[in-house]
């Protein structure tokens, strides 16, 4: 079967990370950290010059199976994390980075990878799945503390100890989880108040999916790299789509934009230390996309760009 995937915020972001880079530079190098299934790809390289480069990432192999029908030179893709690009990348050689975070459509609508609690399939939930533990091996054996602080902190459940208490029983009689839809029935027995519109197991299934790919992670160091591979005067925009990532990301861009130097520090001007990005913008989806693509609904790019200093260096 085929999955089509949209790509949220699409000519937004395409602008957001090239910027102006192109009419100062005839072979800029563009980092889409998040491949998926192309379409911010795709678009990216309509608006490159002959000389440019895109290297996108993506840790999913069928993402990776999808960059192979991409016959352009200037494009390469690596089967990794965006987490891991200083490994790849050299430091201060990029001029836009783009991540688009969360899990792409065709993820959620293909039932054998395990991410949907809206359809039955094997309780998988990698997005590599040539690594690490599936959502059921990992529910097998984890403890009933550990499955709390999960469903809890990346979940924001109010019910984390319930659902998880839950599971623990379910595994102690001998029928440990192994379908989604047989979690998801689970979740919905015990979380009793439900959000309009929403699944009672949809908080439950973000979690398990943000721990079993280490989502969180990724995207801290992901950004921490993504800011070192910048050249001064380069480009990062980051679309987010729930709390927890949007959270980060704010921090993150915030904490290199300002500075805080404790009060009655004896600093002259020419010692004061100075902000390292700027702050460029806070998009959200149109009330047209959304009508168009639901699943857009939630997301949010910001953008930030590295900022150079007199001398034409970063700070």
Known sequence: MTYTHRPVLLA??????LGDLTSENLSPVIIDGTFGR????????????????????????????????IADPRFQI??????SMAEHIPESSVDGILLDLGISSPQIDDPDRGFSFRHDGPLDMRMDVTRGQSAAEWLAVAELEDIARVIKDYGEERFALQIAKAIIARREQ?????RTRELATLVASVVRTREAGQDP?????????????????????????????????GLLAVISFHSLED???????????????????????????KPMAELLGRIKPSAEEVKE????????????????????GAR
């Open 174 to 178: 001998g029928e440990p989880l192994t």
């Open 247 to 273: 959270r980060i990301v704010k921090q993150f861009m915030q904490g290199l934009s300002q500075i805080s130097v404790p009060r009655g520090l004896p600093l002259t001007e020419a010692q004061m230390p």
């Open 78 to 83: 690596i089967h990794e994390s965006f987490a």
């Open 38 to 69: 192309g379409g911010h790809t795709r678009e990216i390289l309509k608006n490159l010059p002959p000389q440019a480069k895109l290297i996108a990432f993506d840790k999913d192999l069928f993402a990776i199976e999808e960059a192979k029908t």
């Open 293 to 312: 693509n639901p699943r857009a609904r939630s997301a949010i790019l910001r953008v930030m760009r590295k900022i150079k200093n007199q001398e034409g």
């Open 12 to 17: 937004e972001a395409v602008t957001a990370v």
């Open 201 to 233: 197991a949809t908080r439950t299934f973000q979690a398990i999916r943000i721990y079993i790919n280490q989502e969180l992670a990724d995207l801290e160091g992901g950004l921490s790299a993504a800011f070192n591979c910048l050249k001064p005067g």
